[in-house]
C-alpha cells in the first residue's frame, strides 16, 4: 500500500530524528542493530513515535486498537477482573500503556457498577504526550477515580497483588531482524547510504542471536524477527506480580507458526493513518512500527520466573467467554444507528478476519490455581 506523505511540520520532526539515528550510525561505525533503530524510531525522547505529540489512536490517528473500538471489550474484561478480586483480601490494577486512556476510563466505569473497583489503578506510561491525554480524558469523564489512579514511569518497586494488563504492548517491543543466507545466520543492521537509510547483512554481534536462529532450522533466504527484548520485559513483569494474574493481549503466534517456512519475510508491518506497509526505513518517527509476538519466548520466560500458563486463547473466545455478547444485548435503550455501530463494533472485536482470531490472550499466573473464565471456551496452549 502508498505509504503517506508527512505535513510539512511532520517532515521536519522526521528529518531531526533522522540525523540523531544518524549520528549513532556514524559513532557505531557505519551501522547499527534494527531492534536499536527500532527503539529510537519508537521511543528516542521527545522524537520517538511513542514520545513525540502525534495522535496515534482512534479514528484520527494511525490505528484502532480494541478498547478503541467499543467499550464492550472492557466491560468484558472487568467481568474477569471481578472474578479475579472475589478471590483476593484487596486487588490493584497495573496497566502497561494506556494509549488514550479510553480502556483506563471504561473498565473503572465497569468495575464501579459491579462493586469491584481496584484499590489502586496504576498507569504506566513513557510517554508524557499520552500521560497528559488519559489525565484530561479521565479528569473529563470520570473524576471520583483519579484518587486511585497512579501514573508511573518505571514498574513499582513493591510487588502487587491483582491483575497486571497489557494490550497491543509488546508487538511495539524492538525486535532483531536476521536473515539466512549461504546457510549461515546473519543479523540485518541499518546504514545510510544513498540520502537514506538501507538494510544490511552482517555477522551477528547481538548475544544470543545466532544460536537462536541456528535452533529454528530455516531455509536460505528466510527473513524474520527475533524477540530478544522480550525475555527481559517478561521477567520484570512477572517480579512486580505477589499474587494474581497478567493477561496479554496482542497479535502473535506459537514459535512454530511464527518460524513457519511459508512465512520467510516476518511479520514487521508499520502503520501511518490507518494504513499498513513494510518499510520501516522511512517516515521516520511518525509511523507505527510492530512485529508480531513469539508466545512460546513469552510462557518460557514466565516460567523461569515463576509463573505458570493460566490460558491461552483467541481474543474471540476470551472475550465471548466472558459475556461481550451478553452485556451486548442488555443496550436495549440504543437507537437503531447506535445498534448498527455496536454490531459492526462487535464484528471487529470477534471475526476471524478482523481482531478475533488474529490477537491472542494469554493470562499467566503467580500464587493463583483458580480457572479463569476467560478461556472457558477454547484451549490454544497446543500451539505454543
Given at each position: 500500500?502508498?505509504?503517506?506523505?508527512?505535513?510539512?511540520?511532520?517532515?521536519?520532526?522526521?528529518?531531526?530524528?533522522?540525523?540523531?539515528?544518524?549520528?549513532?550510525?556514524?559513532?557505531?561505525?557505519?551501522?547499527?542493530?534494527?531492534?536499536?533503530?527500532?527503539?529510537?524510531?519508537?521511543?528516542?525522547?521527545?522524537?520517538?513515535?511513542?514520545?513525540?505529540?502525534?495522535?496515534?489512536?482512534?479514528?484520527?490517528?494511525?490505528?484502532?486498537?480494541?478498547?478503541?473500538?467499543?467499550?464492550?471489550?472492557?466491560?468484558?474484561?472487568?467481568?474477569?477482573?471481578?472474578?479475579?478480586?472475589?478471590?483476593?483480601?484487596?486487588?490493584?490494577?497495573?496497566?502497561?500503556?494506556?494509549?488514550?486512556?479510553?480502556?483506563?476510563?471504561?473498565?473503572?466505569?465497569?468495575?464501579?457498577?459491579?462493586?469491584?473497583?481496584?484499590?489502586?489503578?496504576?498507569?504506566?506510561?513513557?510517554?508524557?504526550?499520552?500521560?497528559?491525554?488519559?489525565?484530561?480524558?479521565?479528569?473529563?469523564?470520570?473524576?471520583?477515580?483519579?484518587?486511585?489512579?497512579?501514573?508511573?514511569?518505571?514498574?513499582?518497586?513493591?510487588?502487587?497483588?491483582?491483575?497486571?494488563?497489557?494490550?497491543?504492548?509488546?508487538?511495539?517491543?524492538?525486535?532483531?531482524?536476521?536473515?539466512?543466507?549461504?546457510?549461515?545466520?546473519?543479523?540485518?543492521?541499518?546504514?545510510?547510504?544513498?540520502?537514506?537509510?538501507?538494510?544490511?547483512?552482517?555477522?551477528?554481534?547481538?548475544?544470543?542471536?545466532?544460536?537462536?536462529?541456528?535452533?529454528?532450522?530455516?531455509?536460505?533466504?528466510?527473513?524474520?524477527?527475533?524477540?530478544?527484548?522480550?525475555?527481559?520485559?517478561?521477567?520484570?513483569?512477572?517480579?512486580?506480580?505477589?499474587?494474581?494474574?497478567?493477561?496479554?493481549?496482542?497479535?502473535?503466534?506459537?514459535?512454530?507458526?511464527?518460524?513457519?517456512?511459508?512465512?520467510?519475510?516476518?511479520?514487521?508491518?508499520?502503520?501511518?493513518?490507518?494504513?499498513?506497509?513494510?518499510?520501516?526505513?522511512?517516515?521516520?518517527g511518525l509511523q507505527d512500527i510492530t512485529a508480531h509476538v513469539d508466545f512460546t519466548t513469552v510462557i518460557e520466560s514466565a516460567d523461569a520466573s515463576g509463573c505458570k500458563l493460566a490460558g491461552f486463547t483467541t481474543q474471540a473466545a476470551f472475550l465471548t467467554a466472558c459475556g461481550l455478547l451478553e452485556i451486548?444485548?442488555?443496550?436495549?435503550?440504543?437507537?437503531?444507528?447506535?445498534?448498527?455501530?455496536?454490531?459492526?463494533?462487535?464484528?471487529?472485536?470477534?471475526?476471524?478476519?478482523?481482531?478475533?482470531?488474529?490477537?491472542?490472550?494469554?493470562?499467566?499466573?503467580?500464587?493463583?490455581?483458580?480457572?479463569?473464565?476467560?478461556?472457558?471456551?477454547?484451549?490454544?496452549?497446543?500451539?505454543?
Amino acid at each position: 500500500m502508498k505509504c503517506p506523505n508527512p505535513e510539512i511540520h511532520e517532515k521536519a520532526h522526521s528529518e531531526t530524528l533522522t540525523a540523531i539515528i544518524r549520528q549513532e550510525i556514524q559513532r557505531s561505525g557505519g551501522g547499527i542493530p534494527f531492534a536499536r533503530f527500532m527503539e529510537l524510531a519508537l521511543y528516542a525522547p521527545g522524537f520517538g513515535y511513542y514520545t513525540a505529540g502525534k495522535h496515534k489512536f482512534g479514528a484520527g490517528g494511525d490505528f484502532l486498537t480494541a478498547p478503541e473500538i467499543s467499550p464492550l471489550f472492557a466491560k468484558s474484561i472487568a467481568r474477569q477482573c471481578q472474578h479475579i478480586a472475589d478471590q483476593l483480601s484487596y486487588y490493584d490494577i497495573l496497566e502497561f500503556g494506556a494509549g488514550s486512556g479510553v480502556f483506563a476510563k471504561d473498565i473503572l466505569l465497569a468495575l464501579d457498577e459491579m462493586g469491584a473497583l481496584p484499590e489502586h489503578y496504576f498507569i504506566l506510561e513513557v510517554s508524557g504526550d499520552l500521560r497528559e491525554r488519559q489525565k484530561c480524558l479521565l479528569q473529563s469523564t470520570c473524576p471520583q477515580f483519579l484518587s486511585r489512579i497512579q501514573w508511573l514511569d518505571h514498574l513499582p518497586e513493591s510487588p502487587i497483588q491483582g491483575v497486571i494488563f497489557a494490550n497491543e504492548v509488546m508487538d511495539a517491543l524492538p525486535v532483531h531482524m536476521f536473515e539466512i543466507k549461504h546457510d549461515e545466520v546473519k543479523e540485518r543492521f541499518v546504514i545510510w547510504q544513498n540520502d537514506q537509510f538501507c538494510f544490511e547483512s552482517r555477522e551477528p554481534v547481538t548475544p544470543g542471536l545466532k544460536t537462536q536462529c541456528e535452533a529454528y532450522h530455516l531455509p536460505n533466504g528466510y527473513q524474520s524477527e527475533i524477540h530478544i527484548f522480550l525475555s527481559a520485559w517478561i521477567h520484570s513483569v512477572a517480579d512486580v506480580l505477589k499474587k494474581g494474574v497478567i493477561l496479554l493481549f496482542d497479535y502473535g503466534y506459537g514459535r512454530s507458526e511464527y518460524y513457519h517456512p511459508d512465512r520467510s519475510m516476518g511479520t514487521l508491518m508499520c502503520y501511518d493513518q490507518h494504513r499498513k506497509h513494510d518499510n520501516p526505513l522511512i517516515n521516520i518517527g511518525l509511523q507505527d512500527i510492530t512485529a508480531h509476538v513469539d508466545f512460546t519466548t513469552v510462557i518460557e520466560s514466565a516460567d523461569a520466573s515463576g509463573c505458570k500458563l493460566a490460558g491461552f486463547t483467541t481474543q474471540a473466545a476470551f472475550l465471548t467467554a466472558c459475556g461481550l455478547l451478553e452485556i451486548a444485548e442488555k443496550h436495549m435503550h440504543l437507537s437503531a444507528k447506535e445498534k448498527f455501530q455496536q454490531g459492526q463494533a462487535i464484528k471487529k472485536l470477534l471475526f476471524p478476519s478482523e481482531m478475533g482470531e488474529l490477537i491472542k490472550v494469554m493470562a499467566l499466573s503467580k500464587a493463583w490455581d483458580v480457572p479463569l473464565m476467560g478461556f472457558s471456551l477454547l484451549d490454544r496452549r497446543r500451539d505454543l
